[in-house]
């Protein structure tokens, strides 16, 4: 397993660390590729009955990494397409995966960060811990988030989340039903844990038909490959470019009309 993901086992589960807190547990592309590795190892661990998902410093995950967004400006077609499709994969993976999973998320879940939590089958998270889809600021669009968090929020909350791209804290994110159960940094784990036993209490063949049968009663009407398509498809528009470039320089991005 790479540096960048951890595998241990915590009782009945298996604990997949995000390790990149000097980077804000950033999704790079090494880290998606092992974090589609780790949740691959886990659903053939014979030792684990459900998987929790967390993240080493002060961030669960922080979102795309930032140096590799702000390569793909002005990037040929081809590796956007690839990045979205690769990140799309694991968000299948995660939200299919035969045992039941658990987001014990210990702070920041942005943008794509966000999007780990919502395809997790639980979620725990610290009061103060950030949940928000900025995307939109940024003239992108959390195409392969929408599905995931409409089963969560309901559209007026998810509407609200996807239009303004607002932040909300731990305690907002109970309230609305994005996560299930909030607790202290030091009883995070302790949470997860419960549950994990909790979970070991079902039937492995039993779980896995009840997540299945519950991602047919829920199947979206757009398809996987759409999603990302929809994902990648504003990051070659100047408008992206715009945004993305007054991000990465701490200006406001040109539409803004205070900005003019």
């Not at 998902?53 to 140096?67: E, I, S, V, Y």
């Amino acid at each position: 397993m790479s540096d960048i993901v951890q595998y241990a086992h915590r009782g009945s589960a298996a604990v997949i660390t995000i390790n990149r807190p000097d980077k804000r547990n950033a999704l790079s592309r090494a880290l998606i590729a092992a974090l589609n590795d780790a949740f691959r190892r886990a659903a053939e661990d014979t030792a684990a009955r459900s998987v929790i998902l967390t993240g080493t410093g002060a961030a669960f995950c922080a979102g795309m990494d930032l140096d590799e967004l702000r390569g793909t400006l002005g990037a040929d077609s081809d590796k956007v397409w690839d990045d979205a499709a690769k990140l799309s994969a694991l968000y299948e993976l995660i939200y299919t995966l035969p045992k039941p999973t658990i987001a014990a998320v210990n702070g920041a879940a942005v943008a794509g960060g966000a999007g780990l939590v919502t395809v997790c089958d639980l979620a725990v998270s610290t009061p103060d811990a950030k949940f928000g889809y900025p995307e939109v600021r940024r003239g992108l669009v959390a195409a392969m988030v929408m599905p995931h968090l409409l089963r969560h929020v309901g559209e007026r909350t998810a509407r609200w989340l996807l239009l303004t791209g607002e932040l909300i804290d731990g305690l907002s994110a109970l309230r609305v039903g994005l996560v299930n159960q909030v607790a202290s940094a030091e009883n995070l784990l302790t949470v997860a844990g419960e549950w994990a036993k909790s979970l070991a209490e079902g039937g492995p063949k039993a779980l896995a038909t009840t997540k299945e049968l519950l991602g047919r009663c829920s199947r979206q009407s757009v398809g996987v490959d759409d999603l990302a398509k929809a994902s990648a498809e504003p990051r070659l528009t100047d408008e992206c470019r715009h945004g993305l470039t007054a991000f990465f320089d701490k200006k406001p991005a040109p539409w803004i009309p205070e900005a003019r």
